[in-house]
């Protein structure tokens, strides 16, 4: 038959090498050669001995195998095969509602421990569609266990979109990836192996196992021994039971591979990617089809579908059909509409009546909604709510049963905000609106709001419903000086943490598919020009390294960043990938996999804690598991900037790249508490001629090292680090500049409040910390390329406390610093000292971070490898026919009316930035456009350059700078309240968004926080 389309992929582990074609029974020389069922404990390393064929079977209308060195016959259990047309001859079919079932003998025919499975499958349908999307595939596995984790149970299988690989160690290290199969036949090589796994597609390598300080530090927790090796690590299994039987095309009777598989083969050794590709050559069977031409993806793209003209100030929306209008004036009692969990309570506010949610933490209400029968992609919310005392709720929409396109029902985070109110943002005493976007996937929807901390309950007085007949947004009407000398104007950008940019808009597919990828993209930029961003921050390097062919998570394809590029190239934005990584692939380095707690580790990238010992492993709030003076941290960095460098020095909307540092970063030290390898301490002593004593017998002196430090040369050691940390960010920036003379190093301080350390109530505690952490700006401050960004987090107060009395976990927050800490942390990012990093650097940044209110009260059952634990009625989702809860909440909570726009101002009372940034996990703007969008105006009006004063007071700054042959001023009010004050304006002066001039001396009448920009 005709094939039209064919995909290799491999299921493989640890790198081998040597190749020689083979016919069956011949031996590849390059691993150890294992017999009719010869058992090997985990930890003998893979790189010796032969390859040998064990099993082929053709299916040409039999399941009997060709060749075996087991049994040849299936087991009894093999039951209602079918045999269709295949690459060669027939092909086995199993499809989902059949009964069929397939099975052989492991004893001779596969080792549990490493081997190679070869075969061909074509797709039953299309790979990803809704109705395929929410089940399990499998392509082969052995027989199941439980607990499945430590078991050694192999399985390969897909769901939905995501082709995965299980060897079920103690940690669970299976394998993903989001590479997209052909929907015609695709070759197959699967491989396992004690070190873990990886999947080739088409002779590329798309996912591999990598072993990180987190793996490694819970690896020397266990009693077992773990052999220390290099390049890579044995993975512990300590359930382990050998299988007798494995299953093909299926769980024997479940999980179906919905499709035809063909010329299957087992090996006794994984294969390498040299040995798929010559036996894909020798096949004779074609590849698929080459990506998509650099620079043709979006060639026919014309204007973008969901943006209009600008509009009245900005962010409004014209042309809003009223869909339906709800009062909350009593308790509901339609119960195919309203459900709610724990006490619900009808308040008012100025003659108006508000239905309230319960004062503990977790108590919610939901409305249902039923949206016209169209194809409308846009609708709005207005929510009102009452603006009287402290609130802390959100606000989630969400299809209220519909299955996404993944197959996931509820797991829906198209909207989801929140409000606070109240406390440190003082209370109008008036029912305020927040307007919400909402991007439609499917007709039924619910609303729902939460009390998400105890004492702040949640509280809606009306909902309208709109639909926004043309389907666009209009865009902000932002008009630019011309770019400053670094080819740079006053930046407000889109920018995401996570790598969750596709859950946003409510494409199927996330943008991880050449079909979804330009939807998303469309209505990402339509998002960002209605509030006014010009520039997207995206993750290049996440959590695990690179992202692209390799290291795929969640939903993207191989090359979306070229995507983004040649998307943005023609939309008029920037983007700068992020590198946010706090492990290192252990495969790019040799790594200590010793148990770290007899000092052997001091000479390998894992940082050598002020204990002695290595890190327990990063996390968020975590100090590093890595010391960045390394040569392999460095150079994995610095790979990963090249990368970025060429693939977007031909792009103009590549504008540069952000170190994303969180405590947890390779990028620095994190703290003071890590970073005492040898290699760091003695080229210290050298240095800077301190005598730290010599302990090189010592299994802990990281400790010695630390100890002595701290009571003799702490400064210096703390200053020392931070030259060589400059000097590695300077490397960074000259390869940009190289690349281009616009490019930019955005250096992005991502601490968390440390509310439990003991300098925390410092006015200059978070720039003490960059220090210890190894980012001294000072340092920095004559590259003209690098920008100093500080983070700040708005909503961590609320995160955090003031103390919830329905909530057991707030004391463990705090510990017995809440006395001290509470009201520093409650007037964090408002104080001079918060933002001393960014005072001497060319190009202020400060990024407003969504602390999102992750919660996961809606959770069913928290599922990990032993077990399933079940939530009780009290705390799980409100269970009604009609409503499949969102499981996990991660709701952006922003400060209600014009308090929104607080975090903007208060850091320019102390200095002008010129660039700020908000996001996190989702659009982080959504409510607040109607004061974000006239206030960015006026900002993205002035020019680049720092302006310094010119007038003002402790409140009302006012600032000027040259540009171009022209005078700027803006007046800025960074107080919570309307401010006055007379200016005396030079004759000439026009206001650069309303068109009005002045002249003299004039009084200006400010609302909270409401900036103003002008020009001479």
């Known amino acids: 038959m005709a094939i039209k389309e064919m995909v290799v992929l491999a299921l493989v582990s640890s790198a081998v090498s040597g190749f020689a074609a083979n016919r069956i029974g011949e031996d590849v020389v390059h691993a150890p050669t294992i017999g009719k069922n010869e058992q090997l404990p985990p930890g003998i390393a893979s790189a010796q001995g032969s390859t040998r064929l064990l099993f082929k079977v053709g299916f040409d209308g039999t399941a009997k195998a060709d060749f075996a060195g087991g049994m040849a016959e299936p087991l009894k259990l093999t039951r209602n095969l079918k045999f269709v047309p295949g690459v060669k001859g027939q092909a086995l079919e199993m499809l989902s509602g059949k009964n069929s079932a397939l099975g052989y003998a492991v004893e001779g025919n596969l080792v549990p421990e490493r081997g190679a499975v070869s075969f061909w499958y074509k797709p039953n349908k299309t790979l990803y569609d809704r109705s395929d999307a929410q089940s399990y595939r499998c392509f082969i596995c052995t027989e199941p266990r439980k607990p499945r984790c430590g078991s050694g149970e192999l399985w390969f299988w897909r769901y939905g979109s995501q082709l995965r690989a299980d060897v079920s160690d103690d940690d669970d290290s299976y394998v993903v990836s989001n590479a997209r199969l052909s929907e015609e036949w695709n070759h197959l090589v699967f491989n396992w192996s004690e070190l873990g796994a990886s999947i080739f597609l088409n002779g590329k390598e798309i996912t591999r196992n990598t072993r990180n300080a987190s793996s490694l530090f819970k690896a020397a927790q266990r009693k077992f021994p773990l052999p220390a090796v290099r390049d890579g690590g044995s993975l512990s299994f300590s359930t382990r039971c050998l299988p007798t039987t494995f299953f093909v095309g299926g769980k024997g009777g479940s999980q179906f591979m919905d499709g035809a598989m063909d010329e299957l083969e087992i090996w006794s050794a994984p294969l390498t990617a040299e040995e798929i590709n010559a036996r894909i050559a020798a096949s004779g069977i074609p590849l698929p089809k080459k990506a998509v031409p650099v620079g043709k993806r979006f060639e026919k793209d014309g204007a973008n579908p969901y943006v209009a003209e600008p509009f009245g100030k900005g962010g409004e929306i014209p042309d809003l059909d009223l869909i339906e209008t709800v009062k909350f004036d009593a308790i509901p009692t339609d119960t195919n509409r309203f459900i709610s969990r724990g006490e619900v309570r009808v308040g008012e506010l100025n003659g108006i009546k508000y239905l309230e949610a319960g004062r503990k933490a977790e108590d919610r209400w939901a409305y249902r909604f039923i949206l016209p029968d169209d194809d409308a992609p846009i609708y709005v919310f207005d929510v009102d709510y009452p603006d009287d005392t402290k609130r802390t709720m959100d606000?989630?929409?969400?299809?209220?049963?519909?299955?996404?396109?993944?197959?996931?029902?509820?797991?829906?985070?198209?909207?989801?905000?929140?409000?606070?109110?109240?406390?440190?943002?003082?209370?109008?005493?008036?029912?305020?609106?927040?307007?919400?976007?909402?991007?439609?996937?499917?007709?039924?929807?619910?609303?729902?709001t939460m009390t998400c901390r105890g004492e702040a309950p949640a509280a809606i007085s009306e909902i309208r419903l709109y639909r926004v007949k043309s389907g666009r947004l209009p865009q902000a009407d932002i008009k630019e000086p011309p770019a400053n000398d670094d080819g740079w104007r006053r930046t407000f950008a889109h920018y995401f943490e996570d790598v969750s940019v596709g859950y946003n808009f409510a494409v199927d597919g996330d943008g991880g598919d050449e079909k979804s990828i330009g939807p998303m993209l469309d209505r990402l930029i339509a998002t960002m020009k209605f509030t006014g961003q010009n520039v997207f921050c995206y993750p290049?390097?996440?959590?695990?390294?690179?992202?692209?062919?390799?290291?795929?998570?969640?939903?993207?394809?191989?090359d979306y960043r070229r995507a983004y590029l040649e998307k943005f190239d023609r939309a008029d934005i920037y983007y700068l990938p992020t590198i946010n990584q706090f492990h290192l692939p252990m495969t790019t380095a040799d790594i200590c996999l010793a148990p770290g707690k007899d000092g052997t580790c001091h000479d390998s990238p894992l940082t050598i804690m002020n204990d002695g010992r290595i890190s327990s492993g990063a996390f968020h709030g975590r100090p590093t598991s890595y010391n960045a003076l390394h040569p392999a941290v460095q150079k994995n960095v610095l790979d990963s900037v090249d990368t970025f460098i060429a693939e977007g020095k031909g792009h103009p909307s590549f504008k540069g790249i952000v170190l994303h540092l969180t405590r947890h970063s390779l990028l620095w030290f994190g703290n003071e508490t890590g970073g005492y390898n040898d290699y760091a301490v003695k080229a210290f002593a050298r240095e800077r001629k301190v005598p730290v004593p010599e302990a090189d017998g010592d299994p802990l002196r990281g400790k010695v090292y630390a100890d002595w430090i701290k009571a003799n040369a702490f400064d210096e050691w703390i200053d020392w680090r931070c030259e060589k940390i400059a000097e590695f960010y300077r490397e960074i920036a000259r390869r940009l500049a190289a690349a281009r003379p616009d490019l930019k190093l955005v250096i992005n301080s991502f601490l968390l409040p440390d509310c439990r350390h003991a300098d925390f109530t410092k006015s200059d505690f978070l720039e003490t910390a960059n220090r210890r952490a190894g980012l001294d700006a000072r340092k920095l401050a004559d590259v003209s390329n690098i920008a100093i960004c500080q983070s700040e987090m708005p909503?961590?107060?609320?995160?955090?406390?003031?103390?919830?009395?329905?909530?057991p976990k707030d004391r463990g927050r705090w510990g017995d610093t809440f006395a001290t800490s509470e009201p520093i942390h409650r007037v964090m990012y408002s104080r001079r000292g918060d933002f001393g990093s960014i005072y001497l650097t060319t190009y202020p940044w400060i990024n407003q971070h969504d602390r999102y209110w992750e919660s996961?009260?809606?959770?069913?059952?928290?599922?990990?490898?032993?077990?399933?634990?079940?939530?009780?009625?009290?705390?799980?989702?409100?269970?009604?026919?009609?409503?499949?809860?969102?499981?996990?909440?991660?709701?952006?909570?922003?400060?209600s009316g014009r308090d929104a726009l607080r975090a903007y101002a208060l850091p320019m009372r102390y200095t002008d930035v010129l660039a700020h940034s908000k996001g996190g996990f989702l659009v982080g703007t959504y409510g607040t456009e109607d004061v974000l969008v006239p206030w960015m105006r006026a900002f993205r009006a002035l020019p680049a350059v720092k302006m310094s004063d010119c007038g003002g007071n402790a409140f009302v700054k006012i600032r000027t700078a040259s540009f171009r042959g022209?005078?700027?001023?803006?007046?800025?009010?960074?107080?919570?309240?309307?401010?006055?004050?007379?200016?005396?304006?030079?004759?000439?002066?026009?206001?650069?968004?309303?068109?009005?001039?002045?002249?003299?001396?004039?009084?200006?009448?400010?609302?909270?926080?409401?900036?103003?920009?002008y020009m001479k």
């Open 395 to 448: 606000v989630v929409v969400q299809g209220s049963q519909e299955t996404r396109w993944d197959g996931t029902k509820g797991a829906d985070y198209i909207l989801q905000m929140g409000i606070a109110c109240g406390d440190e943002y003082p209370n109008t005493g008036k029912i305020l609106t927040d307007r919400y976007i909402y991007w439609r996937r499917g007709r039924d929807v619910t609303l729902s």
């Open 540 to 558: 290049g390097c996440w959590y695990g390294g690179l992202m692209g062919e390799v290291y795929s998570p969640r939903s993207h394809l191989a």
């Open 795 to 807: 909503a961590d107060y609320r995160w955090f406390g003031p103390l919830d009395p329905t909530n």
């Open 856 to 895: 996961h009260t809606a959770a069913t059952k928290d599922v990990n490898c032993h077990g399933l634990y079940y939530r009780d009625d009290k705390h799980g989702p409100m269970r009604v026919p009609w409503l499949k809860e969102c499981p996990w909440r991660v709701s952006t909570v922003n400060p």
């Open 966 to 1013: 022209k005078t700027y001023f803006y007046v800025l009010n960074t107080d919570n309240g309307p401010r006055s004050i007379t200016f005396d304006f030079p004759e000439g002066t026009v206001d650069l968004i309303s068109n009005k001039n002045f002249h003299g001396a004039t009084t200006l009448k400010l609302e909270a926080y409401e900036l103003r920009s």
